[in-house]
């Protein structure tokens, strides 16, 4: 059974940082790509960054450059979006996803966690 659990979300100030983790079960980690996601309400979602553990691909959108970070523990089955210099921009429910490497897919979701950066 595929399940994604996000976690780490929560209160920061501006400039503050967090570190999101996303927990995968249920399929081999080498894979799937995961990436991260955030939706503000009224808008769509938007792409945030993606790991593939093999040939780590990585990529970001262009609005969290420089500031956030993925990363994946391959041992724990965990991807983590280490998140710096957070602006109320940031502020959103994030969600993981994971997309089998054959499609790019991604059909599978987590529920997700709240982020809150305070001006």
């Known amino acids: 059974q595929v399940q994604l659990v996000e976690s780490g979300g929560g209160l920061v100030q501006t400039g503050g940082s967090l570190r999101l983790s996303c927990t995968v079960s249920g399929f081999s980690f080498d894979d799937y790509a995961i990436g991260w996601f955030r939706r503000v309400p009224g808008k769509e979602r938007e792409f945030v960054a993606g790991?593939?553990?093999?040939?780590?691909?990585?990529d970001y959108a262009d609005s969290v450059k420089g500031r956030f970070t993925i990363s994946g523990n391959n041992a724990k089955n965990t991807v983590y979006l280490q998140m710096d210099s957070l602006q109320p921009e940031d502020t959103a429910v994030y969600s993981c996803a994971a997309a089998p490497l054959t499609s790019r897919a991604y059909a599978y979701w987590g529920q997700g966690t709240q982020v809150t950066v305070s001006s």
């Open positions: 790991f593939r553990w093999s040939g780590v691909n990585i």
